[in-house]
T-cell receptor, first 113, second 113 residues
Framework: DQQVKQNSPSLSVQEGRISILNCDYTNSMFDYFLWYKKYPAEGPTFLISISSIKDKNEDGRFTVFLNKSAKHLSLHIVPSQPGDSAVYFCAARDDNYGQNFVFGPGTRLSVLP | NAGVTQTPKFQVLKTGQSMTLQCAQDMNHEYMSWYRQDPGMGLRLIHYSVGAGITDQGEVPNGYNVSRSTTEDFPLRLLSAAPSQTSVYFC????????????FGSGTRLTVV
């Protein structure tokens, strides 16, 4: 059973509007979360992170929100741009594997011009 | 600025063959990991290393071996390839485990027939 879930396989948004990507996790011991972006034929690239002691972290157009009680993360992209079209992975740090990360299955974001 | 270099980019193997996927990084990172990506599954950890001479198993280690004789290199060996090992393999490295995002290679697409 997956510990990190991204229940929307795909999402389409108009350019200039807000994109909201969601992530749920099951293990309350996860203490650090990352978002990665992946273009076709490339490796994932780190986007933004958040520690469990915070509920929000911003970096330019990207904001990650954490609701620990709901075990829920979301990534907001405002405004969305066509270059944001990619697969977005949510990841949580797992103490079971030397603090490596457990990844969700990804959400494919398409930003339409 | 090479980052993480994976070779080969594509490989087709016959069932039962063995091969080594190469991974090298030039950032003096201590942490290195191997992940596989399958449709709908996200990235799953195969093996990881916290420094030269130290390796450990991840979530899906069966059928794979690793070694870490130098800081720069972390090869992944398939002992006897099976169709279930058809996947995209990503190598990743990071300076430390404390909150740093990984730098990923561009991946090796492996098909076992």
């Amino acid at each position: 059973d997956q510990q990190v879930k991204q229940n929307s396989p795909s999402l389409s948004v108009q350019e200039g509007r807000i994109s909201i990507l969601n992530c749920d996790y099951t293990n309350s011991m996860f203490d650090y979360f990352l978002w990665y972006k992946k273009y076709p034929a490339e490796g994932p690239t780190f986007l933004i992170s958040i520690s469990s002691i915070k509920d929000k972290n911003e970096d330019g157009r990207f904001t990650v929100f954490l609701n620990k009680s709901a075990k829920h993360l979301s990534l907001h992209i405002v405004p969305s741009q066509p270059g944001d079209s990619a697969v977005y992975f949510c990841a949580a740090r797992d103490d079971n594997y030397g603090q490596n990360f457990v990844f969700g299955p990804g959400t494919r974001l398409s930003v339409l011009p | 600025n090479a980052g993480v270099t994976q070779t080969p980019k594509f490989q087709v193997l016959k069932t039962g063959q063995s091969m080594t996927l190469q991974c090298a990084q030039d950032m003096n990172h201590e942490y290195m990991s191997w992940y596989r990506q399958d449709p709908g599954m996200g990235l799953r950890l195969i093996h990881y290393s916290v420094g030269a001479g130290i390796t450990d198993q991840g979530e899906v280690p069966n059928g794979y071996n690793v070694s870490r004789s130098t800081t720069e290199d972390f090869p992944l060996r398939l002992l006897s390839a099976a169709p279930s090992q058809t996947s995209v393999y990503f190598c990743a490295s990071s300076y430390s485990y404390v909150g740093d995002g990984y730098t990923f290679g561009s991946g090796t697409r492996l098909t076992v027939v």
